[in-house]
Every structure is written in C-alpha cells, then in structure tokens.
C-alpha cells in the first residue's frame, strides 16, 4: 500500500472516535497492552512526561516540547487529534514521521492488527511508541486522548505526570460530574511519580491530593505555586505576541531570576494558566537533572508554532476583515473563547460554528453571545452535526444566522459579510477549525 491507501486503511478499517464516537472508545488498556508486547514494550525504552487535561493540554504538550527540544534533548510529542495529516499526531523534533515510517508500520502489524482488532486511536499510540523507541529520543511528551485511567497512552510510567484542569466534556464516557471526571483523569498518577495539576478547582482538588497520596505521589498545584503575574497583547515587529511578566514566584528548589519574561506566539489569554503549568514542569525536570536554561525557556515559548506545528489556538487566520479561529469547544474552553473575544475591539461579530451530534451544546450555546450573526455548518466527519439541526437548536437560545453546505462556504460568506471593523470567528469543534488551517 502506498500512504493514501494506508491511510485509507487506518481510517476505515480501525474502529476510529472520530468516525464513530464512544462505540470506538474501549474501556480497558488490553488491546494496547498485547499490541505493545508485539512491539516489544518500546514505552519502556524511553524517558516521557504524561499530560490529560479537558482544556489546555494540548498547547501544555507542545510548549513543553518546545523548550526540551530548544534545550537540545531529541523530544518526540505524540498528540491527538490532528487536523490536516495523521502525521501531526507523531513528532520527533517538530518535525512529522514520515509517510513511508507509517507504510512500514502498517505492512508489517496487518496480522497483529487482524488478531488484536485495535481501535484506530490504539494503533497510533502503538506507532508512536514504537518509532520514539527506535528512534532513541531523550524524552517524550505524551498527551492523552480521552480521559486517562483507561486512555492507551497509560500504560508509560513517566518522570512527571500533569493533568491541566478539569471541565465538562466526554461526559457519556467520563461521567456526569466534574468528580467523575476528575477520577478518570487522576488515573494517570502512578506511584511515586510526580504531579502538577495546572488549576486549583476548589470543588475536586481534594481528588487529586487523595490519589496523590494513595500513590505516594508528590503534588503541585501551578496556579498555587505561581501566582504574581500579568499580560497583555503586544505587536513586536509585526507580529501580535502574549507578552507574561512572572514575578516573584513563590520559593522553588533551584535558584532562578526574580523575574521572567516571556511573548508567546500562542496569544489566546488562556495560555497564561498553560505556561504556569508548563513553568512548574520545567522545574521539576530540572530537579530530575534536565539542563533548561531561562533563555531556553523564553526562546522556546516566542516559537511555540514553527518548533512544534501546533495549530487552531486563538489563530489569526486573516487581516481584513480580522478573522480569528480555536478549537475551544466544551463550555470551559468557550468562556475562554469569549473572553478573548471580548477583548478585540470590533463592530459586529460574525460567529462561523458546527459542533459534533453525541456531545450536549445547549450548555455552550447558552454561553454564546445573542447579538451576533451565526453561519451553521457541519464539519465534514460522520460524527457532525447537521447544520439545520444546529441552528433549530441554537435557535432556541436566541441566536440567528442560516445554514451553509460546508465550513468553508460559511466562512467565505462571513468573510464577504463582514464590515472593515468586524470580527469573523471559527468555531464550535475541533474538526471545524481543521478544515479553515
């Protein structure tokens, strides 16, 4: 098979979440614990830093990656989804496996996969532990892909674990409560292992101190240990940067400057709880004998993009009119959305939004703001929405606008709609935001 054919094969042959929801979903590690026995246990041949999170993990694993490989160690970064190419999903320095690694892979486990009968998302994490393994990277930065306790990339035992916050997504799966759910994520603590937890949420706090301890794990909380700190919006030489001042960090084991300054090229707002997390974990891999330099730190987070390829987060996608996209999709991720919104000075907003059909959007749709123009649209997976039956719904809760064949139809026409001082945003689903990258 050559790559669009093995591709193929990945996509309609695995039981895939993106295809088929929690039906694809399987709720024990066995079929990733025999494939990986297969493989020859490569999760055991290198060095990982593990990371859940309903929010945030993603540009958490990426800012991350940037600084350890900016600080010289070969840093392999496995995430999900991806939005263009599978390939996103596996890097090693930044930089996508290549087609004919995964041809390879494929050719060679095709009995395995026919015995096993893995699920698309255990197959990957398989491909991406085999090549960091073969690949002898120094360290990997492993996102999880839903949940944690069961998730199949929980069979690492990393040198630090990290679970960004805690919010309302996956709920048919993870549970109907935010404890429930932070139970499942807490299943990434192992013995012994460090944790940083990004936000202190009163209400489940107590879960993660439990499972901690059960562990004999030692844990922080970011938003506890770093909390002087401000930003704001800059432009420098053309380009919109978060520019984050860290002052007066509460004591930490190595010595370090008062200060750090930071400009991110991620400029979502949100990303200020991101690097506090990301900040706390560099100082625990500095502890476990990982030489990162300040300036490695600050030369890594201005880059974040072109060293990692990450995409989708509070992305300018066009100038005239402003037009601006993030995959933010639960209600957590959407009130960060809307006050990144709120901070743009603009006439009238212009909300381009498709969202996926097993997930419940009235409480997003609640949140959404009743004095813009929607364009509803179906992100072009089997698991979208239609359009007119999100706009019946989004209907409900006072917000306008009509229909449109495709994402990028409804984009097109915002876009011609717009006014010189208008805003168009891209949102409402991951997959959306993948077809306007």
């Known amino acids: 098979m050559n790559y669009s054919a093995t591709i193929k094969y990945l996509y309609t042959q695995l039981p895939m979440f ?11 590690l066995d079929n990733t614990i025999e494939l990986c026995n297969r493989l020859g246990n490569p999760q055991h041949e290198f060095k990982s830093v593990h990371i859940a999170g309903t929010n945030g993990k993603g540009s958490t694993s990426h800012m991350l990656a940037a600084i350890l490989q900016t600080a010289g160690y070969k840093t392999g970064l496995y995430t999900s989804p991806h939005l263009k190419d599978f390939r996103e999903r596996i890097r090693i320095n ?21 015995e096993i009968a893995p699920s698309f998302f255990e197959m990957t994490v398989g491909l991406a532990f085999d090549i960091f393994a073969k690949e002898k990277v120094d360290i990997a930065i492993i996102e999880v892909g839903l949940g944690g306790r069961l998730d199949s990339t929980n069979i690492i035992t990393p040198l630090l674990a990290i679970i960004t ?18 139970g499942e994520k807490a299943g990434i603590i192992k013995p012994g292992i460090p944790v940083i937890i990004g936000e202190h949420q009163p209400e489940i706090a107590h879960i993660f101190i439990g499972k901690a301890e059960k562990e004999g794990s030692p844990v922080k909380f970011a938003s506890e240990e770093i909390q002087n700190s401000k930003f704001k919006i800059q432009n420098i030489n053309g380009e919109d940067k978060l520019v984050i001042e860290i002052a007066e960090q509460s004591p930490l084991p190595l010595p370090r400057s008062p200060h750090l300054n930071l400009s991110l090229d991620l400029t979502g707002t949100y990303q200020l709880k991101n690097v506090k997390t990301v900040l706390l974990a560099v100082e625990e891999l500095r502890e476990q004998g990982f030489n990162i330099t300040d300036e490695h730190i600050t030369t890594a987070l201005s880059n974040v993009k072109a060293l990692t390829g990450l995409h989708g987060r509070w992305e300018v996608l066009n100038r005239q009119p402003l037009t601006i996209c993030d995959t933010g999709h639960n209600p957590e991720g959407i009130q960060e959305v809307l006050k990144n919104i709120a901070s743009v000075a603009y006439k009238h907003l212009h909300f381009v939004i498709g969202m996926v059909n097993d997930k419940d959007s009235s409480k997003v749709l609640a949140m959404l703001p009743k004095n813009a123009t929607y364009y509803f649209c179906k992100p072009d997976i089997p698991r979208g929405l239609e359009a007119e039956s999100l706009k019946l719904k989004a209907e409900s809760f006072g917000l306008q606008g009509e229909t449109y064949p495709s994402v990028k139809t409804a984009l097109q026409t915002a876009q011609e709609n717009a006014g010189d001082n208008d805003l168009v945003f891209v949102g409402g689903s991951t997959f959306v935001v993948a077809e306007v990258v």
């Open 18 to 28: 993106t295809r088929d929801g929690a039906s694809a979903y399987k709720a024990n």
């Open 94 to 114: 930044g930089e996508m496996i290549s087609e004919q690694t995964v041809i390879d892979f494929v050719h060679d486990h095709l009995a395995d996969f026919d």
């Open 165 to 182: 916050n805690i919010g309302w997504d996956h709920m048919n799966i993870l549970g109907n409560t935010l404890q429930l759910i932070a």
